[in-house]
C-alpha cells in the first residue's frame, strides 16, 4: 500500500518562469503563515534556465488568501504627495 502524495492535495496559485521569483513568492506565503512549496515544471531552473516553469501550491483551504495576498503584492506602491521646494531665501 502506498503513501498518499502530499502534492496531491496542493493547488496551483501562482507560476512563472522565473525561479527567484517564485521563491520571493513562496516566502511572501509562508511569512503570512501559509504552508506552501515550489514545484519545478519540466526542467529544474538552476539547470536549463527558461525551461519549464515554477509553481508555487498551496493546501486548497488556504489558496484564496494565498491568491489575495500575492495580488496585494503585485499592485503598484501608491505614490507619494509630491511635495513643494522652496528656494532657499538666503541663496
Sequence with gaps: MSSPDPNREMVDVFDTQQESEA?????????????????SLDAQQDV????????IRVPPQQ??????IIAASQKPAASSTPVAIRPDPAV
Design 23 to 39: 521563491l520571493v513568492v513562496k516566502g511572501l506565503l509562508e511569512s503570512a503563515g501559509i504552508n506552501a512549496i515550489e514545484v
Design 48 to 55: 536549463l534556465p527558461g525551461v519549464g516553469g515554477v509553481v
Design 63 to 68: 489558496a484564496a488568501d494565498a491568491r489575495a
